[in-house]
């Protein structure tokens, strides 16, 4: 999708969207039109009741140069979110794609929350990320005309959020469309080939390999890829804006990019989405894509282990003790239970190897979140009360939603083995969510550090809400989240 400006909204266009609240008579911000044509805008106004999400076509004569206005209800004044106008205006992009047309325009209204500019980046945000299909398999394409321009009505000191939420909406796009790839055609080695590529002249890019790995110690990543002849591979890239001796942020992200449970097999019905469990590593992917676009004048750095959990003669087994990065031992009691393994080594690799302010990580860690919390928000647990009012702070104005669990002692030691450290599982299946967080608190000695469980929230599934900018598939959560949070810094 192609974004323009023009300077007044009564320009030439195939489509001109207001928007309207419920029981309001009017079109935001809509000019003024002849008796004729007000006749039947206020008409159709009548109709439509300006219901949430509810659009309404009003073809005008021919000659007209603009052809047709469509209104787009945005629902009660009262009920208006953060989120309303983003995905109204994905509704308006798919139904622009619908009608095959060339261009649409869309008429921003003032803001309703106390920050310029904020209805401009929702419009933005919404209409590139609905426009989004994951067509590449498809002979017949399926998606949308890359040529589809949406024009905005040109205000001053507008052009600058623009460029902002193109780059914000790309890095989502970016990291669904890497996310949505199926297993075979994504493997550690994949993922490592496009941080490669968005790393070209803007960040650094190293990658670490077998039998590196190993060697180095990075007990959990070699443990759970052993089992695959794609090779676990770890990826980081170091994008270097910020004052020189200024301590980065660290984003971590699980890339295990098809979970079979390996030896402790996972039942088959649904078995594969579990190529979705690449999602946390495709989310940092994303958010440092767009982190070198913006050029933030920040140190941040991303982490992403990867590796496929497969079972088989050289899988780890088990009643297997491994030796994790940080360099306690685990016993493995479930294979199954291996993100938070490859996560452990990530984290404190990243804590020891760049002093970090803080240490953000996502990933697809338990079924347990989906229980707990549905589909629709993620799990946060965090060892730092400040750091986790700045995500909750985020979260609200990105409408990407979490929630905290508590993380005490007593979780700690239901992870207590008999026989190593730790084991990698808690206590049947009580709060599995958070004893998984208990694993990887221990990886960490000392950094403020936000984990958060997107098992939930990666992709859509049955109960997932339906949001437009969310077609089928991988959501990209927690690129805008972490974005908004970087951007205030
Ligand atoms: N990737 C899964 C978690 C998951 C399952 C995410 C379903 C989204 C949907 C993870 O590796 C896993 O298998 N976790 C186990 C842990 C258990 C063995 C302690 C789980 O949640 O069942
Ligand atoms: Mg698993
Ligand atoms: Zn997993």
């Known amino acids: 999708m192609k974004i323009k400006t023009a300077n007044s909204s009564k320009k030439k266009t195939n489509l001109l969207c207001g928007f309207v609240l419920e029981n309001d008579s009017k079109v935001l911000g809509l000019p003024k039109f002849d008796a004729k044509t007000t006749n039947v805008i206020n008409q159709s106004l009548k109709d439509m009741e300006g219901k949430l999400g509810k659009l309404s076509i009003i073809p005008l004569s021919e000659k007209k140069s603009i052809q047709r206005i ?135 890019c190293s990658i670490i390999s077998e039998p590196e790995l190993k060697k180095k110690g990075f007990g959990g990543i070699s443990a759970v890829g052993q089992g695959s002849k794609n090779q676990p591979k770890l990826i980081i890239l170091e994008h270097n804006h910020g004052p020189r001796n200024e301590k980065p942020i660290v984003l971590v992200g699980k890339a295990v990019t098809f979970d079979t449970g390996g030896i402790s097999l996972k039942p088959g019905s649904a078995m594969d989405e579990m190529k979705f469990d690449k999602c946390g590593g495709c989310t940092v992917l994303g958010i440092m894509k767009a982190v070198s676009e913006l050029k933030l004048p920040l140190n941040v750095v991303g982490i992403i282990p990867s590796v496929e959990n497969m079972p088989g003669g050289e899988s780890y087994r088990p009643g297997d003790i491994i030796k994790l990065y940080s360099g306690k031992t685990a016993e493995i009691l479930n294979t199954d239970a291996e993100g938070r393994l490859i996560l452990s080594d990530a984290l404190s690799y990243g804590e020891k190897q760049y002093s970090p302010k803080a240490i953000i990580d996502f990933a697809t860690l338990t079924g347990a979140c989906i229980v707990a919390l549905g589909t629709n928000v993620a799990a946060v647990i965090s060892n730092d009360e400040k750091l986790t009012k700045k995500i909750n702070e985020s979260s609200k104005r990105t409408t990407e939603e979490v929630w905290e669990l508590p993380l005490n002692q007593d979780y700690m030691d239901m992870i207590k083995s008999e026989v190593a450290d730790m084991k990698n599982v808690g206590i049947g299946k009580a709060a599995g969510t958070i004893t998984a967080a208990a694993f990887l608190k221990n990886a960490i000695e000392k950094t403020p550090w936000v984990h958060i469980d997107i098992a939930g929230v990666a992709w859509t599934q049955s109960s997932t809400k339906e949001k437009s900018y969310n077609p089928k598939g991988a959501t990209g959560f927690g690129v805008r989240l972490i974005l908004d949070y970087l951007q205030r810094l």
Not at 98 to 125: A, D
Not at 142 to 162: F, H
């Open 70 to 204: 469509l209104l787009a209800g945005i629902g009660k004044k009262e009920n208006l979110t953060n989120d309303t106008i983003r995905f109204v205006s994905g509704k308006i992009a798919q139904k622009a794609r619908e009608l095959k047309l060339k261009e649409f325009s869309i008429i921003s209204p003032p803001s309703f929350v106390n920050e310029p500019n904020s209805t401009i980046s929702q419009i933005i945000e919404g209409s590139k990320m609905a426009l989004y299909k994951f067509d590449k398999f498809k002979s017949e394409k399926t998606g949308s005309d890359p040529n589809l321009t949406i024009i905005v009505s040109k205000s001053t000191k507008i052009s600058k959020t623009i460029k902002t939420s193109e780059i914000v909406a790309n890095g989502a796009i970016f990291t669904k469309s890497i996310a949505n790839l199926p297993p075979n055609e994504c493997t550690p080695t994949t993922l490592a080939n496009f941080a490669r590529s968005i790393s070209k002249n803007k960040m650094k």
